[in-house]
């Protein structure tokens, strides 16, 4: 995981900034120290909604409408990175901002897809990505326009919530306190596949992890049911968006 001073550098060095959220549940992926942080620095930002595929319509909508009223970003626009949606809205709002040469830095939580979004404006695979979260290590400049550089860093956990859900869903040391905090929000959501892929409803109780194990022959000496590859699975499924579920 990057360094907030990293990020920080990063914003101050730049022209305006790309906030990336993920569209399973963008409101929890926000920073509004982040975007306090834009204001006062005066730098202007775009809140990118990512992976906008992996939700229905009508909710990336909402999402949207919510995330405008209850921000200061010059514009709020969806995108599947992976699909090449939503190119062309992104960077008809950029280009018609900026009439001048200007660097933008991209920035977000861990696993938002923030290289796969620098690698769609870019229209080539300029940057590596990963499912993993804490891929990216370092910093860069990429050039996306005659006008536009676009920086890729680290992914970053604002301090105020690195102790809480999301820091250990994303960098988990307990994999099945990890797996439960992340079943809670599921069971909560207002829609997901989990059924569809384990077979059972979202409980974050250790007999889910076990008949997830044993559907999927996670086994033991004496066989019986690991729960801990169980856990990884369900974590594992949700870095690499096989897992879905929707909640503002």
Same mark, same amino acid.
């Given at each position: ?7 920080? /550098?990063?914003?101050?060095? +730049? ?15 926000? +920073? ?12 202007? !930002? ?12 009508? !909710? ?6 919510? #995330?405008?009223?209850?921000?200061? /970003? ?6 599947? =990175? ?11 709002? #950029? ?25 769609? #404006? ?5 940057? =590596?990505? /990963?499912?993993?979260? @804490?891929?990216?290590? @370092? ?5 996306? +326009?005659?006008? &536009? &550089? ?26 099945? $306190? +990890?797996? !439960? ?7 909560? *959501? ?9 077979? #059972? $409803? ?7 992890? $076990? ?6 022959? !996670?086994?033991?000496? @004496? *066989? ?5 590859? /169980? ?18």
């Amino acid at each position: 995981m990057g360094t907030w001073k990293t990020v920080v /550098a990063e914003i101050k060095n +730049s022209d305006g900034v790309l906030e990336v959220v993920d569209a399973r549940c963008p409101n929890e992926f926000r +920073s509004k120290k982040l975007e306090n942080m834009f204001k006062e620095l005066n730098k202007p !930002f775009w809140i990118i909604i990512n992976k906008v595929d992996l939700v229905p319509k009508d !909710f990336a909508d909402r999402c949207k409408k919510v #995330l405008k009223d209850t921000s200061d /970003a010059v514009d709020v626009i969806h995108v599947s =990175s992976k699909k090449f949606y939503g190119f062309w809205i992104l960077r008809r709002s #950029l280009k018609n901002y900026f009439d001048k040469k200007a660097k933008l830095v991209v920035v977000g939580f861990p696993n938002v897809g923030k290289s796969s979004l620098i690698n769609m #404006l870019a229209q080539y695979s300029v940057v =590596s990505t /990963a499912p993993v979260p @804490g891929h990216t290590k @370092g910093k860069q400049w990429i050039r996306i +326009s005659s006008k &536009l &550089l676009l920086s890729d860093t680290p992914g970053v956990i604002p301090k105020e919530l690195a102790n809480q859900d999301w820091a250990k869903i994303l960098f988990p040391e307990d994999v099945e $306190e +990890s797996a !439960f905090i992340l079943l809670e929000k599921i069971k909560n *959501a207002e829609g997901s596949n989990f059924k569809e892929i384990y077979g #059972l $409803e979202p409980k974050p109780d250790e007999e889910t992890l $076990e008949k997830i194990a044993l559907k999927f022959g !996670f086994l033991k000496k @004496g *066989a019986e049911p690991d729960t801990h590859r /169980a856990a990884t699975k369900i974590i594992n499924d949700w870095n690499s968006c096989k897992l879905t579920a929707w909640w503002l």
